[in-house]
């Protein structure tokens, strides 16, 4: 085709306003680690928001976002102090806010090829500063300094995590919250009401219990129905305020708290702190406070708040989870502690003291579940060297069972007592959890009493005990579908599923797998989507622990190996010690249990000391042993530290591989420093322990 052709041709013309789009989307979406950042490009019409940003952290899509508005210009034109000025509109401020979560705008200029960004919540910080009236304005002129490099984009990263780890403990305890409501009553989807003094009787009589109900849509179209003069009380601004940040408007939310809070001295004390948590609540999520300054308003809560009571519950959780892995006895004791002192306090409400009673519960079941691994894990590697013992894994597991069953009798008391206060959502989430622990312990005791089943003698028992649990979540499910609360919905057929899988009720379970599926794709849960993944690929808990079972099989034979290989090396010091006839004149002897007596030098004893880790405690009956009594003392070096002397508990369950490698490093430091291993055969020499 030649060139007159196309002069002739009537093609459509190139824009290039989409060109220098296209250009600056090719820039952008690159600054982005594909590892911790999926961009996904707005489809459709510009609505005012340009890409939407996932969040990745530790190979796990998180569900947390946040969003760009990007625009372009060929050349940088800067204002006299170096800034870059750029048109945003108020209706677009307000879009991206009522999102929720970070919002950026990046402006790229093609001649330059660079970007600068800012946030949005900062400019608007900026803006409620200089006027509280700002959003009255069509338009601002924001100006841009920063330019999105590395460092800009691990900002918005960094941001994005924060933000959102913080929201997801936000909306559990706002949830949570909402527990102080009237008597049950009945009213009809409805709302016939006309005039402004019916809807505001209606709002504030029955507007917490909607709410609770997750029927805030028919209060808003029951207000909408009234006049711009009908939020004229502070009970019924508040009402309407939380109604629409249930609905993400959380500019309209923002507007109804002010009025709420103009006329708070009509609340009662609960109310104005509902008022508090909810204004502040949204301030934070707009951006217009800081996390800190959120934490340090919630501190100003009356010293009767129930809210205050909620934060303190969750800091608790918080601070016993992360130190569990250090030191879990440790942990769990400061945790119980710091709940009663809850449960002591007389300013605490009923609610209150039922939720952390709830909590404890639960804590202390997940906890005889962990217990349960970790004695099994001693069991193994006892078992590693002096063999199966049936006797010694039936006694830990029947010592265990009824710690479980006085947890089952504990967490049915709290139940009786959270349905008797009507507080639903609290019951069912309690059931959800305590049904987890129940079939997770039924899982983990299979795997103690390795496959026998010889607690459970009866399959009929055991089976009976899984349709109760598959009971509860079918009745837990229905509730938290009445209340749209679809994460726990997801939840609670997570663990359906588990339960169904494990009994080999494979046709139930696909139909469980499949009604999960379709709620992930329908409301989008990315986090979700990624736990559904790891579930049905061999994720359920029994399948991982057959997984831990064959991990542990292979790591006590590769121990069992070192083991053997540690017991050769020491048989040839021993006979290495006799042929060496090392001789020490008027030496010291201990024995070290289990692998007998040694000779040193009077002048070596710190050395060996040093070497054994002896307490400076444990040092002083040495000496006077060795010293004074004339005799024989005892180290029982399957312990590091020794902290006093004698046999102590023997073996016990300190025969693990690690205890086997001290004694290994004993025994090598004392060959090596020429402290031989003796058989003693001079009469009136005594061994004795001082126990």
């Known amino acids: 085709m030649d060139k007159d052709i196309l002069d002739e041709m009537h093609l459509p013309l190139a824009n290039p306003n989409e060109e220098l789009e296209d250009i600056s989307n090719n820039h952008f979406i690159p600054l982005f680690d594909v ?11 510009d609505k005012g928001i340009d890409f939407r940003m996932d969040v990745k952290a530790k190979g796990k899509i998180t569900g947390f976002r946040f969003l760009v508005q990007l625009k372009a210009t060929e050349k940088m034109d800067s204002n006299k102090d170096g800034s870059v000025s750029l048109t945003v509109y108020t209706y677009n401020i307000n879009y991206l806010l009522n999102a929720g979560i970070p919002a950026y705008y990046v402006l790229y200029f093609q001649k330059e090829n660079l970007f600068l960004y800012r946030d949005l919540h900062e400019y608007v910080k900026e803006l409620a500063k200089e006027d509280n009236d700002w959003a009255k304005q069509a338009s601002h002129a924001m100006r841009l300094t920063t330019r999105l490099d590395f460092h800009g984009v691990n900002r918005m990263y960094d941001r994005a995590i924060d933000h959102g780890k913080f929201s997801r403990r936000l909306t559990e305890r706002l949830a949570l919250s909402s527990s102080l409501l009237p008597e049950r009553v009945v009213i009809a989807p409805d709302l016939d009401v006309k005039s402004d003094s019916e809807i505001r009787a209606l709002v504030e009589g029955f507007g917490f219990y909607l709410i609770n109900e997750s029927r805030w849509k028919e209060i808003l179209n029951a207000h909408q129905l009234g006049s711009q003069h009908i939020a004229s009380t502070a009970k019924y601004s508040l009402i309407i305020g939380i109604a629409w940040y249930y609905s993400g408007e959380l500019i309209k939310a923002l507007s109804y708290f002010k009025t709420a809070l103009k006329l708070k001295s009509e609340l009662s004390q609960d109310l104005q702190e509902h008022l508090l948590l909810f204004d502040s609540t949204v301030r934070f999520a707009l951006g217009l406070i800081e996390k800190n300054d959120y934490k340090d308003k919630l501190k100003t809560l009356g010293s009767a ?63 005889i579940n962990l217990d349960l691994v970790r004695e099994l894990n001693k069991i193994n590697t006892f078992e590693l060297l002096i063999g199966a013992n049936r006797k010694l894994r039936q006694d830990i597991a029947s010592n265990l069972i009824q710690r479980k069953m006085a947890w089952a009798e504990k967490a049915r008391g709290i139940r009786d007592k959270v349905i008797k206060a009507k507080n639903y959502f ?34 009929g028992e055991r089976n009976e005990n899984l349709n109760s649990m598959l009971k509860n979540l079918n009745q837990t499910i229905q509730y938290f579908q009445h209340i749209t609360y679809v994460e726990n919905v997801c939840v609670a057929l997570s663990i359906k599923y588990e339960i169904l899988h494990y009994m080999k009720d494979m046709e139930a379970a696909n139909t469980v797998l499949t009604e999960l599926s379709g709620l992930i794709e329908t409301y989008d849960l990315k986090e ?20 831990f079972k064959e991990q542990l099989a292979a790591e006590s034979l590769e121990k069992q190996r070192e083991h053997q290989y540690m017991v050769k090396e020491m048989e040839k010091m021993d006979n290495m010690d006799t042929q060496r006839k090392i001789v020490i004149e008027n030496p010291d002897t201990i024995e070290l249990y289990p692998i007998h007596h040694f000779q040193f030098s009077k002048k070596e004893r710190k050395r060996v000391y040093e070497i054994l880790d002896i307490s400076e405690q444990a040092q002083v009956m040495f000496d006077r042993m060795l010293d004074v009594d ?25 025969n693990s591989i690690e205890a086997w490698r001290n004694i290994f490093r004993i025994r090598k430091a004392f060959f090596d420093n020429g402290f031989p291993r003796v058989v003693l055969k001079v009469p009136g020499i005594t061994t004795v322990s001082n126990h």
Do not use: W
Not at 437 to 449: C, G, K, P, R
């Open 35 to 45: 590892s911790k950042v999926e961009v996904r490009k707005e489809p459709g019409r």
């Open 426 to 459: 609290v019951f069912y989430h309690v059931l959800l959890n305590e049904t987890k622990v129940d079939y997770e312990f039924e899982a983990y005791t299979d795997l103690i009493n390795n496959g026998t089943n010889s607690v459970n003698t009866q399959a």
């Open 630 to 654: 004339q005799v024989i003392p005892i180290a029982n070096i399957y312990h590091n530290p020794i902290l006093q002397e004698g046999n102590a508990d023997g073996m016990v369950f300190n």
């Open 528 to 547: 979700l989507q990624r736990k559904f993944e790891a579930l049905k690929n061999h994720g359920t808990t029994h399948e991982k622990i057959a997984q």
């Open 305 to 367: 708040s129930h809210i205050r009571y909620y934060v303190k519950i969750d800091t608790i959780k918080e601070e016993y989870l992360s130190g569990v892995e250090r030191d879990i006895e440790k942990q769990y004791v400061k945790f119980v502690e710091q709940m009663n002192t809850i449960l002591e306090a007389e300013d605490a409400n009923v609610n209150i003291k039922l939720l952390v009673r709830c909590e404890m519960v639960l804590y202390e079941g997940s906890k």
